[in-house]
């Protein structure tokens, strides 16, 4: 039922700022936990930030304290904020929405947007 479209990837230096969204075709806030992870060729894909319906969020190491989490209920969108990018930020952003509940967890996935760090 969910579907997840990111956008806000291209193009920047190193040292630069980008703000990825995920617009969702329905409320976010159905969905418990929502995360960016991202993959680089070759590379699995990895968790970058995540964030509880509690506002409670999680970063990997490799981001945290450049990378903001957040999500907006009233508008139905989840942001990646990305400040001091690096080279190795490049990599394919993918939103994940995960509803959970007793019986089963749904998840959701968007079709990624490409971030290119480079001077």
């Known amino acids: 039922q969910v579907q997840l479209v990111e956008s806000g990837g291209g193009l920047v230096q190193p040292g630069g700022s980008l703000r990825l969204s995920c617009a969702a075709s329905?409320?976010?806030?159905?969905?418990?936990?929502m995360a960016w992870y991202r993959q680089a060729p070759g590379k699995e894909r990895e968790l970058v930030a995540s964030?509880?319906?509690?506002?409670?969020?999680n970063y990997a190491d490799s981001v945290k304290g450049r990378f903001t989490i957040s999500r907006d209920n009233a508008k139905n969108t989840l942001y990646l904020q990305m400040n001091s990018l690096k080279p190795e930020d490049t990599a394919v952003y993918y939103c994940?929405?995960?509803?959970?509940?007793?019986?089963?967890?749904?998840?959701?996935w968007g079709q990624g947007t490409q971030v290119t760090v480079s001077s």
């Open positions: 994940n929405g995960k509803r959970i509940s007793s019986w089963s967890t749904d998840d959701y």
């Open positions: 329905g409320s976010i806030f159905s969905l418990n936990v």
């Open positions: 964030i509880f319906s509690g506002t409670r969020t």
